[in-house]
């Protein structure tokens, strides 16, 4: 099978070109945070708060431009916590919007597969008028926990790919 690893988490990871946006940016207060664990895993955490008008925690990884012509689906493994989250892609960092896909989580290990052409552009919390996501490349992809609610959120990630 054809596949392309976007990023395999491990001990040694380098998470720099990961970084974290919470509501804050638009006077929320939730927080969010990422690491490595000692197993190796990537770990995305923290409380959404609804307080000012917030209710939201992004993390966001850029890479060099990666072309996806030749793939149909991301698989991402991934141990979530009975949370929705919100899979984002761009195609250019330059974009003010994103493509995505929301998945569920069950607590234990998933591989969540996510056909690319289901992606839907998405501005601000509202979908666009335009088609899904048809591109030939991407350059940045991320998760978003947004569900309208107070609560704590812990996403454990492996690894993600395209295939």
Known sequence: MNFHTIF???PQSNIQ???VVNDLVMGGKSSGSFK???EGFGIFEGHIS???NGGFS???YRFEKIEVKHFTKIR???LGDGKKYQFRIKSDTEDN???ISYFSTSGIWQTIEIPLNDMYPWFRGKQLDQPNFSNDSIE?????IGNKKAENFKLVIDKMELF
């Open 8 to 10: 395999d988490f491990s």
């Open 17 to 19: 070109d990961w970084r």
């Open 36 to 38: 490595i664990n000692d």
């Open 50 to 52: 609804l307080e000012n």
């Open 58 to 60: 992004s993390l966001r």
């Open 76 to 78: 991402i493994i991934l």
């Open 97 to 99: 919007y994103s493509y």
């Open 140 to 144: 940045d992809i991320g998760f978003l």
